[in-house]
C-alpha cells in the first residue's frame, strides 16, 4: 500500500491505532494521550483511536467512519504488545469483516508493538525513573505483564527480561505475569531476594493503567515498602515513534486482501 495511490487526493492512508479496551476510564484516557503524541510527532497524518472491547469507539465503526468521510485506504496498528488471541484472533476477524462491508476501503493490518527496541527502552526509561541509574550490579529487576495463554507471547517478555540482564549485569531479573500464568509478581520478588538482590525494582510490560496493572502494583507494594515500582508505558514518546514505524512500514507491503467469504 502506497500513500500516494490511497485517496483519491493523494493523502496518506489513515492510521487506526486498536487498543484492546478497558472498563478503567484511565486506559483509554492513556490511549487518547498516545494517539495525541504520534501526531505531534508526525503533523498531518490522520490517527483514529479504536477499542477491541469494553471501550469506545469500537474499531468497526472506526473503519466505518473513514470509508464514510470517503477515505480509499487505511492501517489498523495495533496498540498490542505481543502476537497473542487479541492479535491473532480478534483483530484480525473484525478487518476481515470491515472489508467485506466496505469493499471500497483498503485495509491494511501493521505489526504488534512487541519485538522492538523502541518498546524496549520505553520500558527502561519509565525503571529509571524510580530505580536510577541502571548500572547497579545489586539490583533485581521484574519485568511485569499481563500474562497470556498464548506460551509464546509469555515467552517474548522472558526473554525482554534475559537480555536486559545479560546487559546491565544485575543481580538478576525475570518475567512476572498478573494472570494465566506464572511466576506471579510475589513469587518473582521472592526469588531474586533469594538470588541475593539488595534493591528490587517492578517494570510493567503494559502499556496503559487498569484492573490488572493495578492488581501488579498492590502485588509489588505488598512484597514491602523497599520495592519500586515503574509505571506503565502509556504515552511515552518511543512508542509513539514505533506506532508511526509499524504504520510506515505497512505502507511498502501489499494492500491487505479483501476478504472473500
Do not use: C, K
Not at 524510580?130 to 507471547?153: F, M, N, R, T
Amino acid at each position: 500500500m502506497r500513500p500516494e495511490s490511497a485517496d483519491d487526493g493523494g493523502s496518506a492512508p489513515v492510521l487506526v491505532a486498536v487498543a484492546h479496551g478497558s472498563r478503567d476510564p484511565r486506559s483509554a484516557a492513556t490511549v487518547a494521550a498516545l494517539a495525541d503524541e504520534v501526531r505531534r510527532q508526525r503533523p498531518g497524518l490522520d490517527v483514529r483511536v479504536s477499542f477491541l472491547d469494553l471501550s469506545a469507539p469500537r474499531l468497526p465503526d472506526v473503519l466505518a467512519g473513514v470509508a464514510a468521510e470517503g477515505h480509499r485506504a487505511a492501517v489498523v496498528v495495533p496498540l498490542l504488545l505481543a502476537h497473542a488471541f487479541h492479535a491473532r484472533v480478534d483483530v484480525p476477524g473484525e478487518v476481515a469483516r470491515a472489508a467485506r462491508r466496505h469493499p471500497q476501503l483498503h485495509i491494511a493490518t501493521a505489526g504488534v508493538l512487541g519485538g522492538s527496541p523502541l518498546l524496549e527502552a520505553a520500558a527502561l526509561d519509565r525503571l529509571t525513573a524510580v530505580a536510577g541509574p541502571l548500572d547497579d550490579p545489586g539490583l533485581g529487576v521484574v519485568l511485569a505483564a499481563i500474562g497470556s495463554s498464548h506460551a509464546p507471547a509469555n515467552a517474548a517478555v522472558a526473554q525482554v527480561a534475559d537480555g536486559w540482564l545479560r546487559r546491565f549485569g544485575w543481580a538478576g531479573a525475570t518475567a512476572a505475569f498478573a494472570t494465566a500464568t506464572e511466576p506471579t509478581v510475589p513469587q518473582a520478588i521472592a526469588a531474586l531476594r533469594r538470588q541475593g538482590a539488595q534493591r528490587v525494582a517492578v517494570a510493567q510490560w503494559i502499556l496503559a493503567p487498569g484492573l490488572l496493572p493495578d492488581a501488579i502494583a498492590r502485588s509489588a507494594h505488598a512484597a514491602g515498602p523497599d520495592v519500586l515500582l515503574a509505571g506503565p508505558l502509556a504515552a511515552h514518546p518511543a512508542v509513539a515513534t514505533l506506532i508511526a514505524e509499524r504504520y510506515a512500514s505497512t505502507l511498502d507491503t501489499p494492500v491487505a486482501s479483501r476478504a472473500a467469504g
